[in-house]
């Protein structure tokens, strides 16, 4: 489609459904299409809940992506695409061409170099394309042989043979277009040729339909023997027609297979895998399912695999495309999320979400619009990015009724670990492994026993091979596709099949591409070099041809079998071609069409694409530059396995020292997130290596600080934040930063009155600069001092209203650790089941982050509430998770609390001496971690007080009296107390009243009920 003469790009239309709805609304321009009838069209076998509504949506995005709304007319309960100037379709330019009968030759060879090649080719299929597909292909027929005919009388002869070739190319048993062509072969002097085609055309109608030639045919043979000349002198002339796709033969068993499995199991979780090499025919199989089973399907294209949320931004709008109710009934929050990703839904209002949180909130939003559409379909799953893959894998383990289907290559799963773990952990119900076509397959394609075997014997069977002989067969005239049933062959296919097969279905590829004019060979590289979808505009940049040139060339690499049009613009035809094409081009040529590429894509907004360019190219410090931005993209949308792998590619290419650092600060954060502590910290340490004094080196150390502090050593983490806060100088922002982790760690360290003296400046500087996120940030850690300092019962008041802050401000990751925590202080303030309310909501947002720090946080609090509840084997489970996370990620301070939540577990169960190996091992890691070497200390000494040797536990209650904050003493003065009772101490009730009035004080409710006792029982 063109506006102003240029390719309105794929993307514009949002989804193939609004392309699908112009395309019905062009076929009967300037009449009256019902909404009844759209709504057929465009949802043929699941209409959505509310069809007019979706009409709606789809009509203003065709209206906006036109150009001018005043093109589709509203028009009694349907929509009218207007005829006039400003809208002109090709197709009824050509029949309005042809209406009038009485044009001459000239006339009807200018009409039909309006034609554009088969209408609706990706429609073939459609209810709603077939009366108007056959109507032009008709009139398209009727034209040829009637300007044959005319040229004919004009004593154009060699005019007349081209005419009627096509006539007869496109309908070889039509006895008047192969009489036309017959005559005017004769007429140019080629009465051998003649001959050939009259011969063919019997054997034809006799093979298919068991009928001979009418007397009409049979008297212009006998004329033509006639004049013939000697057979020695007949040069052989062969006339081809366009290739048409094969039938699809030889995966019907699978094809019934994975019917039967999705169509069986509705309403429950179905995954059904589909592998097999290129050329399987693993897209041909999904095309069939799809006019069987409604789905929604994807697929993903090489050069996407580091691009963050391709893959699932298609999914997403088909899905929307189905039915837009799925999307109204998204809460507003979910709405806006959606809307990042899919603009044209924009509109909904919402919060301005950051970027962890909207990705929280798309990754729900997603899984709710996937459960809608009941059935997915995936192809190339191979080359799906990470963002997307982790949505499809939440999808096919949290979504109880979705059937899942997903195609890829086995030998390159292979090299991807995420795709090949995903793959082996679904619970696969049915896998079907595509190979070759099974023997008895080959006869129902073409009815030649010698092209058949050919096909057995020298290919490997797969479709694609299959195709490539008959492809080139029928480019030669020696096999042709008949109405009904098999290809039917003529002279020697056989033969020609067998040397064909030899040379190999990429041969073949590589020859027909060969064959395509230059400026259309120079085209399908640069299409096999972007491998994937791409706009005419992006390629008439890049080979500085006018676009309509391009838009011819891509029309007749079409027709060639080359190249294709998808959804979001042109591509080759099949990844073989791509691979063909590019692995023919030298060198030297293959950068200087990069660097076409790279110099059409400077314009546009995908640094990414560019960065490859540019690398192909061997602008090495170009692209590293490009990958430095794109990286960045990805790190701000919380794609951190993007983030980090685009930045190491970037890193590979010699960049300059400036861009090298910021490629390391970026990895190094997306590490962190990612839980690779130890990565995170070999890269801010290298980043730093280049920025020596100033804002930047402090930007860097402070984030080095926080990776410090609970992977290696808190003090050393402060050390860092003390530099960062000198480094700063009078920088605004990066000082209250530094600032801000310079708080946090005091508070930890204990170091209270420094920690709330930069804990306001940074508040101040953070209000001057209007960053309320930052503000927030400082009231976290202020009513987190707080619950430290003992303030039990205030500080849960304070967490609960920061969290609340986080929540309404859009920022919901930093939701976690307050939420968590003000669960944890209600465990210690006697209220278990709230506080297990609090610490699950708090889980699940983690989970939904996929943030593996955040989890063991939490599983730990949700050990402490199960513990309480005396839940113990659940607490034990979840114990079990927190320290594996912990572990795995290599955080310090949450492996020290992932052993205490283990303890605790232990100690709930009566298992002693595994609880107090438990806190001991996280005694031995909570170095310069107070807080939790007086909570391990503690508990110890209570297990060996439970286990009556008080002895060891003496010095273990002085430490834990001795170091942490406030909060970690109310546990120290519990087993001080326990201690004194077993030792028989005389100061045991006054103790245990003292720890009860700190108790009452800091509103603890843990154990107060037995140091009451204790007080009671020693004072009577």
Known sequence: ??????????????????????????????????????????????????????????????????????????????????????????????????????????????????????????????????????????????????????????GAAGTAVELASRAVEAEPLREIAVLTLIRALAAAGDGAAALQVYDDYRRALADELGVDPSAEAVALHQSLLRQAPPPDQAPRRRWSREFAE??????????????????????????????????????????????????????????????????????????????????????????????????????????????????????????????????????????????????????????????????????????RDDVRAFVGRANCVLRVDLGALPDESLPQLVADSGVVEALRQHTDRTPMAVAEVLRALSAEGLVAPAPEGAWQSSGDAAARAVALAREGQRLAIHARAAAQRDADRELLALLALVARETNASTLAAATATPEPQVLDSLSRLFRSGLAQLGDQGWSTSHDMVTEVVSSGLDIVERARLHASLARALRSEDDPLLLAHHLREAGDSRGAADAYAVAAQRAFDTVADDEAAQLAGVGLGLSPTAAVRAELQEIRGQARQRLGDYAGAREDLRSALAVHTSGPARARVLARLAMVSSGAEDIVRAAQLAELAVVEAGEDAPIRARA?????????????????????????????????????????????????????????????????????????????????????????????????????????????????????????????????????????????????????????????????????????????????????????????????FASWAAARAAMVLVSQGRPEPAVPLVARALREGPPLGHYEARWAQVELAVALGDAAAPALAQAACDLLKAGGVQQARERLLAVAATYSD
């Not at 709603?128 to 300007?147: C, I, M, N, P, S």
């Not at 990015?385 to 290559?409: C, F, H, K, Q, W």
């Not at 100690?907 to 190996?917: N, P, S, V």
Request: net charge negative; hydrophobic share 45%; proline share 5%.
């Open 1 to 154: 489609m063109l506006r102003d003469g240029v390719e309105i790009p794929p993307a514009a239309f949002a989804g193939r459904k609004v392309r699908t709805l112009l395309k019905v609304l062009a076929c009967r321009q300037g009449r009256f299409v019902s909404n009844d009838t759209l709504a057929e069209a465009l949802w043929p076998t699941k209409p959505p809940s509310d069809p007019v509504a979706n009409l709606q949506v789809l009509v203003n995005r065709a209206r906006r992506a036109l150009g001018d709304a005043a093109l589709i007319v509203t028009d009694r309960g349907g929509y009218t695409l207007v005829r006039s100037a400003a809208c002109s379709v090709d197709s009824e330019r050509f029949l309005d061409a042809l209406s009038d009968r009485s044009l001459s030759a000239p006339g009807l060879q200018e009409a039909l170099s309006l034609w554009q090649g088969e209408p609706l080719p990706e429609e073939a299929y459609d209810d709603w394309a077939v009366g108007y597909r056959a109507r032009l292909l008709r009139a398209h027929q009727d034209a040829l042989e009637r300007a044959a005919l005319l040229a004919m009388e004009d």
């Open 246 to 415: 094969l039938p699809f033969v030889g995966r019907g068993a699978e094809l019934r297979k994975i019917r039967t499995a999705l169509t069986e199991a509705a309403g429950r979780r179905v995954f059904v895998a589909i592998s097999g090499p290129s050329g399987a025919g693993k897209s041909r199989l999904l095309d069939s399912l799809a006019r069987e089973v409604p789905m929604v399907r994807a697929r993903a294209h090489p050069s996407e695999r580091s691009e963050p949320w391709t893959l699932l931004r298609t999914l997403l709008r088909e899905v929307a495309a189905q039915d837009i109710a799925h999307v109204d009934r998204l809460p507003p929050p979910m709405a806006s999320a959606l809307a990042w990703l899919l603009p044209e839904h924009d509109g909904r209002g919402g919060a301005d979400l950051d970027p962890e949180s909207r990705r929280i909130l798309l990754h729900e939003a997603s899984l709710r619009l996937l459960e809608a559409a009941g059935v997915i379909a995936v192809d190339d799953l191979q080359w799906c990015d990470p963002s997307s893959l982790g949505v499809l894998e939440a999808a096919t383990a949290r979504i109880a009724n979705l059937r899942t289907v997903l195609a890829y290559r086995p030998e390159e799963v292979a090299d």
């Open 739 to 931: 600032l801000e982790v310079a708080s946090v760690l005091d508070m930890n360290l204990e170091r209270g009155r420094r920690s709330a003296e930069r804990a306001s400046e940074a508040l101040g500087l953070y209000e001057s600069l209007g960053d309320a996120n930052g503000m927030a940030r400082i009231l976290d850690a202020r009513a987190m001092a707080q619950f430290l300092e003992g303030d039990v019962r205030g500080g849960e008041a304070a967490l609960r209203r920061v969290a609340d802050l986080f929540e309404d401000s859009g920022d919901l990751v930093r939701v976690v650790t307050p939420r968590a925590t003000a669960g944890h202080a209600l465990v210690f303030a006697g209220h278990p089941e709230q506080g297990l309310v609090q610490v699950t909501a708090a889980l699940e947002l983690a989970r939904t982050l996929g943030h593996p720090e955040g989890q063991a946080y939490t599983l730990w609090h949700r050990t402490e509430a199960l513990a309480a509840l005396d839940r113990g084997e659940e607490a034990a489970a979840e114990a079990a998770e927190a320290l594996a996370i912990a572990t795995r990620i290599g955080h310090r301070g949450w492996t020290a609390t992932g052993w205490r939540a283990v303890g605790l577990a232990a100690q709930q169960r009566g298992e002693l001496d595994e609880a107090l190996q438990a806190f001991r091992r996280s005694l031995d890691l909570s170095e310069h971690l107070g807080l």
